[in-house]
């Protein structure tokens, strides 16, 4: 699996951009989260919107949706085709009534379903989202009454979508169901009320902290390095090279 960060940052950040990923899989192409920044990340990068077949979102915040209106106009009225949008079903009606309505909606496009090839997931079922790259949506803990889901991917490496310190589902995850890479968000100042502060995850014992890559950080994270015990740092468009517990930096994917 090769992953590259379209961006590091939280919500707030501004040097690192939203917390957005890149995956590839047997020549295919899926975005984790699509936020506000998301689009500018591709420019950058030198990645058009033509060569990305999927979307995985994890919650409605703006931070992991906000790029998704764009995404559809340039879809539909210049590369002429549907992504595919994985989402959990519980996040449909929302998205498209509380989110996407308002600048989506003209007289012949009334539903999300008129920009995407809407593929509903439900948490706790894996399923294959490209060739070789399965994914099981897992309910945690963010916003109070806001479903929000982070993801197991291939059954070994999870990736938090945002969420509060859980030490019981991480030593779960890892215990029971042979979990050996994370990469977990990171709120660099307590208190972690709807993110795991770095505090917090310091009190994670060792052998946990080593598999544990940190994430979704504000834009003073410079002054953290070397602060993290046994934890790293993820860095913005650094493409990772992930296998059996092992990160490294990897060749570009294109």
Not at 101 to 117: K, V
Not at 138 to 155: A, E
């Amino acid at each position: 699996m090769r992953l590259q960060m379209l961006g590091t940052g939280s919500a707030f950040a501004k040097s690192f951009y939203n917390n957005n990923a890149l995956l590839k899989s047997g020549g295919r192409t899926l975005l984790v989260d699509f936020g506000i920044t998301a689009p500018r990340a591709l420019f950058e990068l030198g990645i058009g919107f033509d060569e990305i077949d999927a979307v995985l979102i994890s919650h409605i915040h703006a931070d992991h949706i906000g790029g998704l209106e764009e995404l559809a106009f340039q879809m539909k009225f210049i590369y002429r085709r549907k992504p595919i949008l994985y989402l959990e079903e519980s996040l449909v009606t929302p998205l498209w009534e509380h989110s996407l309505r308002g600048g989506l909606e003209q007289e012949a496009f009334r539903s999300l379903e008129d920009y995407f090839e809407v593929r509903p997931l439900r948490a706790g079922r894996k399923c294959e989202l490209l060739p070789g790259l399965s994914a099981e949506l897992v309910l945690t803990r963010h916003i109070p009454n806001k479903p929000s889901f982070s993801f197991l991917f291939n059954d070994r490496f999870f990736y938090t979508a945002d969420m509060t310190f859980d030490r019981e589902l991480l030593e779960r995850l890892v215990n029971e169901r042979g979990v050996d890479t994370i990469f977990h968000d990171c709120q660099l100042h307590p208190p972690g009320v709807v993110h795991a502060d770095l505090a917090m995850l310091l009190t994670l014992p060792e052998e946990l902290q080593r598999i544990i890559y940190l994430m979704h950080y504000g834009d003073d994270q410079p002054a953290f390095v070397g602060r993290t015990g046994r934890m790293r740092f993820i860095e913005q468009h650094k493409i990772y090279a992930i296998e059996n517990g092992q990160v490294e930096i990897a060749d570009p994917m294109r």
